[in-house]
């Protein structure tokens, strides 16, 4: 059964960093494509990040250059590094991994954590 | 970056009906399109992937349309338990992935 917890969520400082993680179980991080994925209180579902089987990483213009994602193969964990965190950065963080098809392209989001809050205030 | 807009933003409906959601995209999309629900204090799970493929397991009362620019999401007869916000999703090409705003559906 395909399992993903993630953990680290807490109040930071605005400029502070944290980083949360997603440990992964019932399958191969390293192997497929894994997302994460924010929700600002009461708003909508905001795409921040993805890395690829290959290690190709995407992010959002709103973190770029201030996230990393990355992974660990032998905990079999995900990881966001988040660095120079501001108020906006405050949401539920999913974790999720997702499903693409080579041949179409097809490609979604299957499974999910049951998210990690961080909040950014002073 | 692909923006993505749904209507309406929040609807009513009572147990039985037939709903539909739009979702529109900026650019053409093909059918790189899916379709999450999420519950309150609940992670999103997938509805519908590449347009109107439905993820199994989800009831057969989704369907999902569409290709290119315009799209919809149709509950044919509305149960209690599917109160929920929905949200489509493009994937096309290259991240990133945009969201739709979501739509709030709830019972009357």
């Known amino acids: 059964e395909v399992q993903l917890l993630e953990s680290g969520g807490a109040l930071v400082q605005p400029g502070g960093s944290l980083r949360l993680s997603c440990a992964a179980s019932?399958?191969?991080?390293?192997?497929?494509?894994m997302t994460w994925v924010r929700q600002a209180p009461g708003e909508g579902l905001q795409w921040v990040s993805v890395?690829?089987?290959?290690?190709?990483?995407y992010y959002a213009d709103s973190v770029k250059g201030r996230f990393v994602i990355s992974r660990d193969n032998s905990k079999n964990t995900l990881y966001l590094q988040m660095n120079s965190l501001r108020p906006e950065d405050t949401a539920v963080y999913y974790c999720?991994?997702?499903?693409?098809?080579?041949?179409?392209?097809?490609?979604?989001?299957?499974?999910w954590g049951q998210g990690a809050l961080v909040t950014v205030s002073s | 970056d692909i923006q993505m807009t749904q209507s309406p933003s929040s609807l009513s409906a009572s147990v039985g009906d037939r709903v539909t959601i739009t979702c529109r995209a900026s650019?053409?999309?093909?059918?790189?399109l899916n379709w999450y629900q999420q519950k309150p204090g609940k992670a999103p799970n997938i509805l519908i992937y590449?347009?109107?493929s439905l993820q199994s397991g989800v009831p057969s009362r989704f369907g999902g349309r569409g290709s290119g620019t315009d799209f919809t999401l149709t509950i044919s007869s509305l149960q209690p338990e599917d109160s929920a916000t929905y949200y489509c999703?493009?994937?096309?090409?290259?991240?990133?992935?945009?969201f739709g705003p979501g739509t709030k559906v709830d019972l009357k």
């Open positions: 590449a347009a109107s």
């Open positions: 890395i690829y089987s290959d290690g190709k990483t």
């Open positions: 650019q053409s999309i093909g059918r790189q």
């Open positions: 019932g399958f191969t991080v390293s192997t497929n494509y």
């Open positions: 999703q493009q994937s096309y090409t290259s991240p990133p992935f945009t």
């Open positions: 999720a991994r997702d499903d693409y098809f080579k041949d179409t392209g097809y490609y979604y989001s299957r499974h």
